[in-house]
């Protein structure tokens, strides 16, 4: 018997039963100042190579070109940036909030 998996996928947002939106984005930006002040962006650059198959055109020959083209395999330099604290100013983040009486609820649907 096969049981069909059900994926919810969530929206989560901060609640407090006696607050407005914009004390909400009054105290998430406080948080956010304290998490920045204590985990300024720390960014590192990394290079990742790919190998993938690239279009090359060449002297169509019964031997080493029949078709009047070839794939070979080349590689790609990719750069990518991440914030080795970002992690923290996240937990940070969230501490506060919960200090000031704020929660996370998750949504699985649209509210009304």
């Excluded at 962006?41 to 055109?57: A, H, I, R, S, T």
């Excluded at 070979?72 to 000031?100: G, V």
């Amino acid at each position: 018997m096969i049981i069909p998996a059900l994926f919810l996928n969530g929206c989560v947002q901060w609640e407090r039963n006696d607050a407005s939106n914009t004390l909400w984005q009054a105290e998430y930006a406080k948080c956010k100042e304290r998490a920045y002040q204590r985990f300024p962006p720390d960014v590192v650059k990394d290079v990742e190579v790919e190998y993938g198959d690239q279009y090359v055109p060449c002297k169509k020959n019964k031997k080493t070109c029949p078709d009047g083209h070839r794939y070979e395999s080349r590689p790609t330099l990719r750069t990518l940036h991440s914030d080795n604290n970002k992690d923290a100013r996240n937990a940070i983040i969230k501490s506060c909030m919960y200090e000031k009486g704020w929660y996370e609820k998750v949504y699985y649907w649209p509210r009304s």
